[in-house]
């Protein structure tokens, strides 16, 4: 059980919830991160007294030493200040919930540090999948999935020491705000729209990759290097109430589920006490009050998102780090109004047409593809 923990990303939604745990469990906090919130992140520096907090910039670093002066709490910023958290002495644990590319780095300086990582940060796989999992090996840490969906089948998982009987990965999926729509009708929809998730409290880019199922797909990517299960035996269900969150199939086509209300400090919980359970603050499922529980198959042609993640994986090399890049890039342009909602998928897709794809042997080849597939994003929008 984790007894000291640096997080990553303390003011987003994963973050916030994640201090709320750690007060109820009594788990010392070591760092706090935040990009830009410099309020909230000013108070939780007062109320967990960290050792070290960092801002996204120097200005807000600046800014937030002379807040939280008559305290004992160093202030840093920037990927150095992250790192910088990722590696703090004491921590045992560092929970990663930035958003983006820019968890990657820090995540491998937490692994080379030896600290377990509990991870809230999709892209630091997509991305590096094949050196995060060598480095987490090498260096005898272990990961523990956030996600709800990854938790879930890792929860499934611990009734499997045999892999052998591991048939295959079920991730659910909500199917987001435009569950049904057709690719004409998803051409018109707003940024407001594509907002506005029927299920879950979430930052605005994991949002409207919830909306477009980008983060199914990168979810899809990031089971591969989770559990070590081929692309072709993950499979993908719509399920639209999110009280199912993921299943796992026997080679007996035994199908075990797990279920709880959609709510993450469950995940989070898990992933800082394993293996032991302990009551949390979440309200208990009630299956009486439930009318129904449903299930669909994905539809892969309208959201081509989706399409395109598997595609990335199946191809290798730096295609995921592309789909993933492009991605973000192309989520940045929509949140601006610069592009419509099927550009994203349109983008990502000729990403990986456009851009060369290489075998990854360092962390270079991966920052790399992801400036080239941002840049061929920016590219193609400034051209039209």
Sequence with gaps: ????????????????????????????????????????????????RPALAVMGTEEKANELKL??????????????????????????????????????????????????????????????????????????????????????????????????????????????????????????????QALKHPNWSMGAKITIDSASMMNKGLEIIEAK????????RIDVVVHRESI???????????????????????PIQYALTYPERIECDVPQLDLTKLSSLTFFEPDYDTFKCLRACRKAIETGKTAPVLVNGANEEAVRLFLDRKISFTDIGDLIFESMSAVPLKEITSLQDILDADIAARNFVKSSVSSV
């Design 244 to 266: 199912v969150h993921s299943m796992i199939e026997y080679t007996d086509n035994s199908v075990i589920a797990q279920m709880g209300v959609p709510d993450m400090k469950i």
């Design 225 to 232: 290097w989770l559990f070590d299960v081929p692309v072709d």
């Design 1 to 48: 059980m984790t007894e000291n923990i640096s997080i990553l990303g303390s003011t987003g939604s994963i973050g916030t919830q994640t201090l709320r745990v750690c007060e109820l469990l009594n788990i010392k906090v070591s760092a706090l991160t935040a990009n830009s919130n410099i309020d909230l992140l000013e108070e939780q520096v007062r109320k967990f």
């Design 67 to 192: 807040r939280i002066s008559d305290t004992d709490t160093k202030v840093s910023f920037g990927l150095d200040g992250l790192c910088e958290a990722a590696a703090i002495d004491g921590a045992d644990t560092v929970l990663t919930a930035v958003v983006g590319m820019i968890g990657l780095k820090p995540t491998l300086t937490a692994i080379s540090a030896k600290k377990n990582i509990a991870l809230a940060n999709k892209e630091t796989l997509v991305a590096g999948g094949s050196l995060v999992m060598k480095s987490a090996e090498e260096n005898g840490v272990k990961i523990y999935p956030v996600d709800s969906e990854h938790s879930a089948i890792f929860q499934c998982l611990q009734g499997c020491p045999d892999r052998k009987a591991l048939k295959r990965l079920i991730l659910t999926a909500s199917g987001g705000p435009f569950f049904g729509r057709s690719s004409e009708e998803l051409k018109n929809v707003t940024v407001e």
